[in-house]
């Protein structure tokens, strides 16, 4: 939803600031690759690291890739964004 979401606003508005929908679709992106590289690791066992090259490949590159996110500090700044933002943004 929250990649679908800043796909429509930033469509919707081309020419406005998005950088907060970036920052929010990327951390969740993030973190659901996280967990499914998690749940794959434990579903599959060692079987597939050690005898799938290409599994085992790519199951090294995907961390290496998402680390190019700075982690805590890109979730640092989006924290900062969004408590400057006024609270009509996030109301429920």
Not at 43 to 58: K, N, T
């Amino acid at each position: 939803d929250v990649l679908r979401f800043s796909a429509l606003q930033i469509d919707a508005q081309p020419e406005a600031d998005a950088e907060l929908l970036a920052r929010r679709a990327r951390a969740v992106v993030e973190q659901s690759a996280e967990q499914v590289m998690r749940e794959v690791g434990r579903a599959l066992g060692a079987g597939p690291f050690c005898q799938d090259r290409h599994f085992a490949r790519l199951s090294a590159d995907l961390p290496v890739f998402l680390r190019q996110s700075h982690a805590e500090r890109d979730l640092a700044a989006l924290g900062q964004q969004i408590a400057g933002q006024s609270c009509e943004v996030w109301a429920l």
